[in-house]
């Protein structure tokens, strides 16, 4: 990204960390990310809020759209 473009709001850079600002909404129709919501990348998950099942399913999806692995 050059200096002259803007990153999303929800993309925030600290030397070689990327952090993203997520809204997960558990319990969706299907795995998705898309959107915004607020100053957050709107992310949707089947998994339910239920002992951890949302978070590692966060973590999974993430990993695989942006080809990291687990522990990355």
């Known amino acids: 990204m050059t200096s002259s473009e803007t990153?999303?709001?929800y993309l925030r850079a600290d030397g070689d960390d990327l952090y993203v600002?997520?809204?997960v909404q558990p319990g969706a129709k299907i795995d998705?990310?898309?959107g915004c919501h607020g100053d957050a990348l709107k992310i949707r998950l089947r998994a339910r809020p239920?002992?951890?099942a949302a978070n590692?399913?966060?973590s999974?999806?993430?990993c695989a759209t942006l080809r990291l692995k687990r522990q990355q």
């Open 32 to 34: 998705a990310i898309g």
């Open 56 to 58: 590692t399913a966060l």
């Open 21 to 23: 600002r997520v809204h």
């Open 7 to 9: 990153r999303p709001p």
């Open 60 to 62: 999974a999806l993430l």
């Open 50 to 52: 239920v002992d951890g």
